[in-house]
Nanobody
């Protein structure tokens, strides 16, 4: 079991920045990837960013590339999502996710962008961006 708790959400103006944190506990040594997803009511959960745990490689959605940065701390217990130049379209509940199954394919991107490939999610944190 892996427990995840997000923090750092809030209400900001367009152009502002926020940093989300995801604290992980439990069987954290078994993670193969950590991701951030977001969801608005009535829509499917959307990939935002991911980091492969073995080598630190990062992956981003086209809509967040260049504005958002995913990172982890040296102790590898916390994952961050630095969000800059926020837009109203970024308004959503943001979820941290952990994948514990090994990634055995070279098509890593296809694995980490799919929300169904993560076994654990946090409760989410609301981000609201006003124009």
């Amino acid at each position: 079991q892996v427990q995840l708790v997000e923090s750092g959400g809030g209400a900001v103006q367009a152009g502002d920045s926020l940093r989300l944190s995801c604290a992980a506990s439990g069987r954290t040594f078994s993670r193969s990837a950590m991701g951030w997803f977001r969801q608005v009511p009535g829509k499917q959960r959307e990939f935002v960013a991911a980091i492969r745990w073995s080598n630190g490689n990062t992956y981003y959605a086209d809509s967040t590339k260049g504005r958002f940065t995913i990172s982890r701390d040296n102790a590898k217990t916390t994952v961050y999502l630095q969000m800059n130049s926020l837009k109203p379209d970024d308004t959503a509940v943001y979820y941290c996710a952990a994948r514990v199954s090994p990634i055995t394919t070279t098509a890593v991107t296809a694995v980490v962008i799919n929300p169904a490939n993560y076994a654990y999610y946090g409760p989410g944190t609301q981000v609201t961006v006003s124009s």
